[in-house]
């Protein structure tokens, strides 16, 4: 009797999807760290999230005493949501663990570091964000990561048509 392969549980699960990038964020900054959180929404906030209605180019995360804030996300207003729908760019609270917090937190304020949300994401039926623990990069610096990507696809093309 064969056995099955075991499916990784998120491969086809529809609840399962990234549905948001923030691009800009590895051009312009040094991701040292990432870490997954929960956000606290309002009901109109996740129908629009869920229909892909949400920016984060513009974003950045702050730590406020023992909790993490979202600020400067664009969340599209939901338009059934009539009457009670959300402010667009209001600070929302991350969820994350207190000792997440504090290394979070003490890596930041020591060493000028900011907090930048890479993706926001469905798993499991919840919204998540990733956030990342960022360095800024100079302009020469961006202009070194990308003669770095041209030469390594170059090769890459190379080795391909031999």
């Known amino acids: 009797m064969a056995r099955q392969k075991k499916k990784p549980k998120n491969a086809?699960?529809?609840n399962s999807r990234v549905v948001c990038r923030n691009r800009?964020?590895?051009?312009?900054?040094?991701?040292?760290d990432e870490v997954d959180c929960g956000i606290q929404?309002?009901?109109s906030e996740v129908k629009s999230i869920r229909d892909t209605k949400i920016s984060?180019?513009?974003a950045h995360a702050r730590v406020d005493g023992?909790?993490?804030?979202?600020i400067n996300a664009d969340v599209a207003e939901y338009p059934q949501a009539t009457v009670f729908n959300h402010e667009r760019r209001r600070k929302r609270k991350l969820l994350l663990h207190r000792?997440?917090?504090?290394k979070f937190a003490e890596s930041g304020e020591q060493q000028g570091l900011t907090l930048i949300p890479l993706s926001v994401f469905i798993a499991r039926g919840f919204i998540k964000v990733k956030l990342g623990l960022c360095k800024g990069r100079k302009l020469h610096d961006k202009?070194?990561?990308l003669k770095k990507q041209d030469h390594k696809r170059e090769m890459e093309a190379a080795l391909k048509h031999r």
């Open 66 to 70: 023992n909790e993490v804030w979202l």
């Open 41 to 43: 929404l309002y009901g």
């Open 143 to 145: 202009r070194e990561n």
């Open 12 to 14: 086809d699960d529809p």
């Open 56 to 58: 984060i180019e513009d």
């Open 99 to 102: 000792r997440e917090i504090r």
């Open 24 to 32: 800009k964020a590895r051009h312009e900054y040094d991701v040292l």
